[in-house]
């Protein structure tokens, strides 16, 4: 009986042992396998720690250090914390991607407790193209101010770019701010780290020389695109090569007739594979005549494109909308004393644009304003497919130029019967393989050119038309010269995504597609409710205290009983 007890153990004994070494041996071989098959699971319900395989590839092909420097450190608030949590899980990811190409080093600008530095700190922060925040802290019944960064620097080589973490939104409160930044974060970063890493940029052109928006009225556009691309102003003026290395040209707002050799430029330039968005207003409306007088006309506007656009796929109505959804101004009701009295009241002439949300260049953005906008059609042509972007509200009325403008309009309320005829497309994107518009047009022997190398259809390329120029011009004072923000409304002080939909659409022309689907992903932040902390922070102090300690002495207490009633026995 002992001999075989002995044995037993001993048999045992080797079990154990193996068993050691076979979880050993598992263990060294998915190391090695995972050196060979990267891969990180991702069970967040929106997908957070999933980057969109544009940003991936963005990170896996860099060849030198990308260092970042993020000043959200120290004491913050709640939501700064969230926000600087959120970009160190980012750039973790960046980093495990990148094969360690992307380093980051978190900063508290306010360390120092000598105020004199911590002031040269901040203002070499400022000189670096960082805003601060200033914030208002309440701890207890003492409140205090603090100066936040919440920005990056982004270096490579020797090259540096600033990165505003904190997106500011007019009306919007401090945590819908955060969630958004939270949002946009992977854009920011990836965007930044294109635009240091990539020194070729596509070009972009303005066309100027038919009454097109000014360099002031698209200031904002210009300089949004110019962190992309190399933007120009051209004029087309008849000669060939005006539109030679071009990627893309905008035509923002003309309010003259094009010639024919300009169209002809424009038109050989497609079919190249030039990719155009086209900002034409059909109907002649202008705000600026009813500051000087309560009646103003909108007329059919002769630009000499209807049929090139036509030919094309796309027809735009000389008509304007009506719509419920939009902008509010203010009008003067009376008099207080010799001091007028104004309310806001719906302003039909300027709607506010739904995105088609299945759509990569409109979904997930705010409203677009417009002022005067007109109806347009998709019409079907061979090898050409199109999609809506843009659309009116359902509670429209059209009205067809040549029309009345008038603020009399809003004296009475609207009668909602009359705006039944939404919705109505106001933004059009077109792919596929256009006919040329001169097609049959040319005498032979300018076909025959070769010099010309005329061609009846393009090559694969895409276009947007839009029937407002004005979703492109900022706002502007004429007598400082300087502009506003693009989308930005005077009156309600709120920022309109007008700036984004112009960036999506160029992005889209110019096949920088995998910046519109990291810009449009979205998820939810699961932020802490600060008054509830404040008034059951000692309960739950007291639970997380007192339960771990209360279960291990009851653990114990019936370990102790059960090993006493079993060697008891």
Not at 34 to 48: A, N, Q, S, V
Not at 284 to 289: C, L
Not at 402 to 418: A, D, N, V
Not at 552 to 569: D, P, Q, S, Y
Request: proline share 4%; net charge negative; charged share 25%.
């Amino acid at each position: 009986m002992v001999m075989k007890g002995k044995k037993g153990s001993l048999s045992k004994k080797w079990l154990d042992l193996g068993s050691l070494i076979f979880l050993l041996i598992a263990m060294v071989l998915v190391n090695i396998v995972g050196d060979y098959f990267f891969h990180r699971f991702d069970l967040t319900e929106e997908k957070r720690f999933t980057l969109s395989e544009s940003t991936t590839n963005g990170v896996q092909s860099l060849e030198d250090v990308v260092f970042v420097r993020i000043y959200l450190e120290g004491n913050l608030p709640t939501e700064f914390r969230e926000l600087s949590k959120a970009t160190r899980e980012l750039l973790d990811e960046f980093r495990a991607y990148s094969g360690d190409n992307i380093q980051y080093e978190f900063i508290n600008p306010s360390i120092s407790n000598d105020e004199e530095e911590r002031v040269e700190v901040y203002k070499e922060l400022t000189r670096q193209g960082l805003q601060y925040t200033n914030i208002r802290m309440q701890a207890g019944d003492k409140m205090s101010e603090q100066i936040i960064f919440p920005g990056a620097i982004v270096s490579y080589k020797d090259q540096e770019t600033p990165i505003q973490l904190l997106k500011s939104t007019a009306g919007a409160t401090e945590q819908q701010m955060i969630t958004s930044s939270i949002q946009q974060l992977e854009y920011e970063f990836i965007s930044a780290i294109q635009k240091i890493t990539n020194p070729e940029k596509k070009f972009i052109a303005f066309i100027e020389g038919h009454g097109e928006l000014s360099e002031l009225e698209t200031a904002d556009a210009q300089r949004a695109l110019a962190e992309f691309y190399e933007v120009k102003r051209i004029t087309i003026n008849k000669l060939l090569d005006a539109l030679y290395g071009f990627d893309a040209a905008i035509i923002a707002r003309p309010d003259s007739a094009f010639s024919e050799q300009d169209k002809f430029i424009l038109d050989q330039f497609i079919m190249r594979g030039g990719r155009v968005l086209w900002l034409i207003d059909p109907v002649f409306a202008r705000m600026d005549s009813l500051k000087t007088s309560n009646l103003t006309m909108g007329l059919v506007l002769e630009h000499n494109l209807e049929d090139q656009l036509f030919k094309y796929g796309v027809r735009l109505n000389n008509d304007l909308i009506l719509d419920i959804q939009c902008i509010s101004k203010p009008i003067v009701t009376g008099y207080i004393g010799n001091q007028p009295r104004q309310e806001m009241f719906p302003w039909y002439y300027e709607p506010l644009l739904i995105g088609n949300e299945e759509s990569p260049i409109s979904s997930n953005l705010d409203r677009i304003k417009t002022e005067f906008a007109s109806t347009m059609e998709a019409i079907e042509v061979d090898s050409v497919r199109s999609s809506i972007l843009l659309t009116s509200s359902d509670q429209t009325r059209i009205v067809n130029a040549p029309t009345r403008i008038s603020f009399s309009i809003l004296r009475e309320p609207p009668k909602y019967e009359l705006f039944n005829s939404g919705p109505h497309a106001t933004a059009i994107l077109l792919e596929g393989k256009f006919p040329s518009v001169f097609k049959n047009r040319l005498p032979q022997k300018l076909i025959q050119d070769e010099s010309l190398q005329f061609m009846e259809r393009s090559v694969s390329t895409k276009m947007i038309v839009v029937s407002d120029g004005d979703i492109i011009r900022n706002p502007v004072s004429k007598l400082e010269e300087k502009f506003f923000a693009l989308g930005y409304d005077r009156y309600t002080k709120k920022v309109y995504a007008n700036r984004e939909f112009i960036l999506n659409c160029v992005n889209y022309l110019c096949e920088d597609d995998g910046l519109l689907s990291v810009r449009k992903k979205e998820f939810k932040t699961r932020l802490l409710d600060q008054s509830r902390i404040d008034e059951e922070r000692y309960f739950w102090q007291t639970i997380n205290t007192a339960v771990p300690i209360g279960l291990v002495i009851v653990l114990g207490m019936v370990f102790f009983f059960w090993r006493k009633r079993r060697f008891e026995k």
